[in-house]
C-alpha cells in the first residue's frame, strides 16, 4: 500500500482532532472526566513539537545565513542585494495586509455570527474597557448599560471562567507588552545582542540575523587558510540541523492531532452549543483569511515574478517552487521549509546559488507576508465578533502595524500570534482575544507558511534578475 503524503497525514490528523474535540465536549462528566484526560495527556505533546521547532529554527537561520554571505564572497554586493531584498519585503507584505483588509471588510466574517453570541461579546469588551480605562472607546455604543441586558451582564460578571486568560495567551501578552513598553528607537537597540548566546535562548530573530550578517562579512574578509575551514563548519552543521526537521516531520500528524483536540477542548469547556457557534465564526474567518492568501499565492507573486523575472511563466514558477510549497504547508515553518526553497529555487527557476542562500534566509525570517495578511484579517474579523467597527485611519494604523511586526518574528509556527497582540493593541482592542482563533492557528499557520515561502521564491527571481541586468 502506498504511503499517503504527510500534507494529507495532517489534514486527517486536524480532521481526526476534530472529531474527537465534539466527542470529548459532549461525553465528558464527573464519571468520565475526558476533558481532564486531554489536557494532561494530550495537549502536551502539541507543545512538545513547537518547542523541537524552535530549538532547531535558530542555529538553521544562524548557519544558512552565514553560508549564504560566504557564497557572495564580496561585500559591496552583498550591499546591494540586501537593500533590494529588504526593500521588495516590506513592499510585499504592505501589500498583503492591504489585501487583507480588503477580504475581511467584503467578506465579514465576524458578522455571520448567532446575534446573542455577538451581543454576548460586545458586553464582554465593554466589560473589559471599564477595567482598563486607560484604552481609548472606540463607539459611543453601551450595551451593557441597556436595562434589557441587565441578566446578561450578571450572568458574565458572575462566571469567572470568562476572567480566565489561559498560560499560553498570558505569556503571549507579557511578551508583546515588554516590546510596547519601550522607546520610539527600541526596536534598533533590540537588534543589536549584547550576547548572541542569549539572543539564541529566546529566540530574538532581529539579534541573531545582525550577528549573522556580521560574522558572515567578516568571514569573507579573511585570508582563504583561516576562513575555509569555518565556511566548511557552517555548512556541515546547516545540514545536521535539517536531517533534525526531517526526523522531528515524520511524527507531525501526531502532534497536530493533539494540538487541534487539545484547543478546541479548552476552549469549549463542557458546552456543546459554544462549540457549535465557535466553529462557525471560526469557519467564516478561515474563509477569508484562506481567500486573502490564495489571491497573494496565486495572483500577486506570479504576477511580480512575470513583470519583473524576466518573463518567468506562471506554469514554471509554480512547478519549479511546489516541492517547497508542499514542505512549507506540512511543517508551518519557512525555517524548517529554506532547505527545500533553496534546492527548488536553485535548481528549477535557475537562480544562482550567491543569491538564494543569502535571500532566501533573509526572507525566512523577515518576509512573513502570510502572517501579516492573517493578523490584519483576524483583528478585523474580531472586533466584527464583538460588535466593534473600526474606521479607516484604524485599519491604516494595522497595515503599518503588521508591517513592521512581521520584520523579526520567529518563522516557526504561531509565533504570529504575539504579534497580533501587538496589532489588536495598537487599534485599542482585548489582546486576550487570540485565544478564540486558537484552535484554527495551526492549520492557518500551514496556509501561511506556503504564502511566506512563495514571496520568498519569487523576490529570489526578481533581484536575481535586477543583479543580472547591472
Known amino acids: 500500500m502506498k504511503k ?26 464527573e464519571a468520565f472526566p475526558i476533558n481532564e484526560f486531554t489536557k494532561d495527556f494530550i495537549s502536551p505533546f502539541g507543545k512538545i513539537f513547537i518547542n523541537i521547532l524552535k530549538m532547531i529554527a535558530v542555529p538553521l537561520v544562524l ?78 455604543i453601551c450595551e451593557s448599560c441597556k436595562p434589557e441586558n441587565k ?160 518573463g518567468m511563466s506562471f506554469k514554471t514558477f509554480f512547478k519549479g517552487i511546489n516541492k517547497a510549497q508542499l514542505t512549507a504547508f506540512s511543517t508551518s515553518s519557512s525555517v524548517a521549509t529554506l532547505p527545500v526553497t533553496m534546492e527548488c529555487v536553485h535548481d528549477n527557476l535557475k537562480v544562482p546559488e550567491s543569491t538564494t542562500s543569502f535571500v532566501l534566509p533573509i526572507g525566512a525570517t523577515v518576509n512573513m507576508d502570510g502572517t501579516s495578511l492573517y493578523q490584519a484579517v483576524a483583528v478585523v474579523a474580531l472586533a466584527q465578533l464583538h460588535m466593534v467597527d473600526l474606521s479607516v485611519a484604524q485599519q491604516v494604523v494595522i497595515v503599518v502595524t503588521a508591517t513592521l511586526a512581521s520584520i523579526g518574528a520567529a518563522a516557526v509556527p504561531s509565533a504570529g500570534l504575539v504579534l497580533m497582540i501587538l496589532v489588536l493593541e495598537s487599534v485599542g482592542l482585548n489582546p486576550a482575544w487570540i485565544a478564540l482563533i486558537l484552535p484554527v492557528d495551526r492549520i492557518l499557520d500551514m496556509c501561511r507558511t506556503v504564502v511566506n515561502v512563495t514571496g520568498d521564491a519569487s523576490v529570489s527571481v526578481i533581484v536575481s534578475q535586477d543583479q543580472q541586468t547591472e
Open 151 to 310: 441578566l446578561l451582564v450578571e450572568s458574565i460578571l458572575a462566571d469567572s471562567t470568562r476572567q480566565d486568560i489561559s498560560a499560553d495567551v498570558k505569556s503571549k501578552m507579557e511578551d508583546a507588552a515588554k516590546s510596547k513598553a519601550e522607546g520610539p528607537l527600541y526596536p534598533l537597540v533590540d537588534a543589536v545582542p549584547s550576547n548572541i548566546f542569549s539572543a539564541m535562548a529566546e529566540n530574538k530573530m532581529l539579534q541573531i540575523i545582525f550577528f549573522a550578517i556580521f560574522f558572515g562579512v567578516v568571514l569573507i574578509q579573511l585570508p582563504k587558510k583561516h576562513s575555509d575551514p569555518m565556511v566548511s563548519l557552517v555548512e556541515s552543521a546547516n545540514v545536521i540541523f535539517v536531517r533534525m526537521v526531517e526526523i522531528v516531520m515524520i511524527a507531525m500528524p501526531f502532534f497536530v492531532f493533539a494540538l487541534m483536540a487539545g484547543t478546541l477542548v479548552n476552549i469549549a469547556g463542557e458546552d456543546i452549543s459554544k462549540l457549535s457557534d465557535l466553529l462557525n465564526f471560526l469557519l467564516q474567518y478561515s474563509g477569508a483569511v484562506v481567500l486573502g492568501l490564495v489571491i497573494m499565492a496565486v495572483v500577486v507573486y506570479p504576477t511580480l515574478v512575470r513583470l519583473f523575472g524576466n
Open 4 to 29: 499517503i503524503a504527510l500534507h494529507w497525514q495532517v489534514v486527517i490528523a486536524l480532521i481526526l482532532g476534530l472529531i474527537y474535540s465534539y466527542v470529548a465536549v459532549y461525553t465528558n462528566s
Open 63 to 140: 548557519f544558512s545565513i552565514i553560508s549564504g554571505i560566504a557564497n557572495l564572497k564580496d561585500v559591496k554586493k552583498l550591499g546591494k542585494i540586501g537593500t533590494k531584498t529588504l526593500l521588495i519585503y516590506v513592499g510585499t507584505t504592505m501589500l498583503a495586509v492591504t489585501i487583507g483588509l480588503l477580504v475581511v471588510n467584503i467578506w465579514k466574517p465576524g458578522a455571520h455570527v448567532n446575534e446573542e453570541v455577538r451581543l454576548e461579546k460586545r458586553i464582554e469588551y465593554e466589560l473589559w474597557l471599564q477595567s482598563n480605562p486607560q484604552v481609548q472607546h472606540l463607539d459611543e
